[in-house]
């Protein structure tokens, strides 16, 4: 027997399993809450990406130095020379460390030159020296560009709170307090055998890590006596 409930569901437009994809939609679409100092809350436009909104704020969404997604720079890549008939096959970029030998008609060796400079060709052009220089280029291109006076206002921001913040001070609970007596009623103040004890070490706490619990806890006497 039909209930009154289906036959309605029956009668409307749209069924259940369109109105959960519909709501579902609406949640892809809806921009996640952002979690930060209220200085980026404020300015964050949900409208753009991460990197676009760091980029406007004058800040750095990421530090790796090989950026991607349309940020990397972009090259020209330089045509190479074909070599012509009857010329000499020396290439026209050679590596350091190795030597070019000319050859006469009969293939006798003329000549050895050895290369000292270094001159690599990849297919997307010149290759760098060294991650030095790319990093250089990098910290250069950050500095010439003109940051908006909302980017130095969220970076002052920034700094001030910095300078205002405090260390939080760490409290040791019940049951941590328990088991840092029970590692030093059984090693005193052997750590490394605190951190081979699997039984009572169930976290695997290393040996500074252990040390710097029992220091937190006011000291070997104080955990003692508890």
Known sequence: MVTVRQRKKQKSGSSASARSKKAEQK????????????AI????????????????LGLIGDLSMRDSGGSEKTYSQPAIAKPKAGKSNKPSLISSGT?????????????????????????WGPAFDSDAEEEEEIEQDEDTQPKSAKAIEVISALEHAAQQATPVERFTSTREQDWLHQMVKKYDDDFDAMSRDRLINVWQKTPGEIRKAIKKAGGLEAVKQS
């Not at 949640?27 to 209220?38: S, Y």
């Not at 809350?41 to 406007?56: C, G, I, L, M, Q």
């Open 99 to 123: 030597a070019t030998i000319e050859r006469d008609e009969e293939g006798n060796i003329i000549s050895i030159q050895e290369n000292t400079v270094q001159q690599v060709q990849t297919a």
């Open 41 to 56: 809350k404020d300015n964050w436009d949900p409208k753009k990406t991460v990197r676009e909104n760091y980029k406007a």
């Open 27 to 38: 949640r892809i679409k809806r921009a996640p809450t952002m979690h930060g100092p209220a």
